[in-house]
C-alpha cells in the first residue's frame, strides 16, 4: 500500500512532551489538513478492508479521532477504551505501561460480546503497552483481534514485537531517530 509521502510532513515532533526526553509525535497538523486526515483514515481502514471487522477498538483521546472514523470506513462499529472511571456502566480494566509510567484503560463489559472481529487501532504504536492492554481486553472478552493498525510506528521502542502474534500496520515507521 503506497504511503502518500506528506503524512510523516504532517507529524510534528514536540521534544521534552509529556516529560524530558520524550518527543512526542503531534497529530495535531494532520488533523488540521482534511486531505492529510482523509489519506490517513482511508489507508488506516484499507488495513481492516475484506477482514470482516464488526467492531473498532481505539483508547482516548487521540485514537478515538481516528478510530470512530476508521469504523464508519469500514461499516463498522466503535468501542470506547477509556481512562479509569470515564464509562458509565460496568467496565472491564486492564492496566498497562508506557514509555513513560503507568496507566489503565476500561471498556464497557457488554461491548465486545459474541465473539466479535475487531481492529485495533491507536495513533501511535510506541513501546506497544497500550495496545496489548487492548488485545487483552478484547480477548479476554471473547472477541477477536484480527489486526492492530497505527498512524505512526516508533520502531525502535519495539512495540510491534510486543504484540505478536497481531499482525500489525502502521502508515508512517520512525527509526531510530
Request: glycine letters at 10%; aromatic letters at 6%; a negative charge.
Amino acid at each position: 500500500m503506497a504511503v502518500p509521502a506528506d503524512l510523516r510532513a504532517h507529524i510534528r515532533d514536540i521534544p521534552d512532551f509529556p516529560r524530558p526526553g520524550i518527543v512526542f509525535k503531534d497529530i495535531t497538523p494532520l488533523l488540521l489538513d482534511a486531505t492529510a486526515l482523509d489519506a490517513a483514515v482511508e489507508q488506516l481502514a484499507a488495513y481492516g478492508a475484506g477482514l470482516g471487522v464488526e467492531l473498532v477498538v481505539a483508547p482516548e483521546a487521540r485514537g478515538f479521532i481516528l478510530g470512530a472514523a476508521i469504523a464508519r470506513q469500514l461499516g463498522a462499529g466503535f468501542v470506547p477504551a477509556r481512562k479509569p472511571g470515564k464509562l458509565p456502566h460496568d467496565t472491564v480494566s486492564a492496566e498497562y505501561v508506557l514509555e513513560y509510567g503507568i496507566d489503565a484503560l476500561e471498556v464497557h463489559a457488554d461491548a465486545l460480546a459474541g465473539g466479535a472481529r475487531v481492529l485495533v487501532h491507536d495513533d501511535l504504536l510506541a513501546t506497544g503497552g497500550t495496545a496489548r492492554a487492548l488485545c487483552d481486553l478484547v480477548t479476554g472478552l471473547g472477541a477477536e483481534v484480527l489486526r492492530c493498525v497505527f498512524l505512526a510506528e516508533l520502531a525502535f521502542l519495539g512495540g510491534r514485537e510486543r504484540l505478536a502474534p497481531y499482525d500489525v500496520s502502521a502508515l508512517v515507521e520512525y527509526g531510530s531517530e
